[in-house]
């Protein structure tokens, strides 16, 4: 289980939109992008999750064009959004700390590309530690 996923995939959805609308087919992508495609959502878990965000009035759905609905964060959903975020760097280190150990698990699963990046960002921290 992935740091997402212990989150709670909806404190990920409210992430993912808090930038820009998007459709339940555009926060699936997202998510497998932001996890370099070791969790992929399934619609079963999504579409259920936006309902029960919009029903506790923390998303809305913006517009609709023919079957497909774009969703964006309300001012509700902006707060309760800035609440997790408030932790400032302790919280940013513990989720680091998930997400590197869902690394080591999964890096059978790493493409070589993305180890190479990997490896540059570790670098890069390294160095601002110093």
């Known amino acids: ?3 997402f996923q212990k989150r709670g995939l909806k404190q990920v959805i409210l992430n993912v939109l808090k930038d ?3 459709t339940g087919s555009q926060i699936i992508d997202e ?3 932001l996890t370099l495609g070791m969790w992929r959502p399934s619609p079963g878990s999504i579409y259920p999750a936006l309902d ?3 029903q506790d ?3 809305k759905i ?3 064009e023919g079957w497909k609905k774009y969703y964006e964060l309300t001012k509700k959903g902006r707060e309760e959004l ?3 975020e408030g932790g400032g760097v302790n919280d940013v280190v513990s989720q680091l700390e998930f997400v590197i150990r869902y690394l080591i698990e999964n890096s059978d699963k790493i493409d070589p590309k993305q180890k190479i990046k990997i490896n540059q ?3 890069e921290l390294r160095n601002s530690l110093s």
Do not use: A, F, P, Y
Request: no cysteine.
């Open 52 to 54: 029960q965000l919009e």
């Open 121 to 123: 960002l570790i670098d």
């Open 62 to 64: 913006s517009r609709v």
């Open 20 to 22: 820009h609308e998007m």
């Open 1 to 3: 289980m992935s740091w």
């Open 31 to 33: 998510v497998e992008r």
């Open 82 to 84: 800035g609440k997790s």
């Open 57 to 59: 009035g923390l998303l």
